[in-house]
């Protein structure tokens, strides 16, 4: 009696482990399924990278320089307005890559040599970032 008794006790106990691996792996699929939308969003390719404000700040190595990926609409006479940001951005940034993409023109030579076509695209922006913030945040 008492080995039928434990035969069914660790019946019992394989069959409850089991089940709360079962579990266990169908949360670690549904979070692999979400970590891998968002490296999607990370991986977008991009067609072009511009530096927005280095002309202005050619020589100033000692700041740290931020990337945004962001939609942008780019005109024949190489101007570019802002469509959105693949990710979102803080009002500071925001506000900074709006003031200097005011100012930018794409150089007419990458259009010569088919590197930058007209139209909707997704770019990254790189600008210099570090004290400075706290002048456009003014």
């Not at 927005?52 to 700041?63: F, Q, S």
């Not at 006479?77 to 940034?93: A, C, I, R």
């Not at 210099?128 to 003014?138: A, N, P, S, T, V």
Request: include cysteine.
């Amino acid at each position: 009696m008492k080995t039928i008794l434990a035969f069914f006790l660790m019946i019992f106990l394989i069959v409850s482990c089991q089940l709360k691996q079962k579990e266990s792996l169908n949360e670690a699929i549904i979070k692999n399924a979400n970590d891998a939308k968002t490296a999607i969003d990370d991986t977008i390719k991009v067609t072009a990278i511009f530096w927005i404000d280095k002309a202005k700040y050619k020589y100033a190595k000692e700041y740290a320089f931020r990337t945004i990926k962001a939609k942008v609409f780019i005109h024949e006479n190489g101007k570019v307005d802002l469509l959105e940001f693949v990710k979102e951005q803080t009002p500071g940034v925001n506000k900074y890559i709006r003031h200097y993409l005011a100012k930018f023109m794409v150089p007419p030579i990458m259009f010569e040599g088919g590197y930058i076509k007209p139209g909707e695209q997704i770019v990254q922006l790189r600008c210099l970032w570090g004290d400075r913030e706290k002048k456009i945040m003014q």
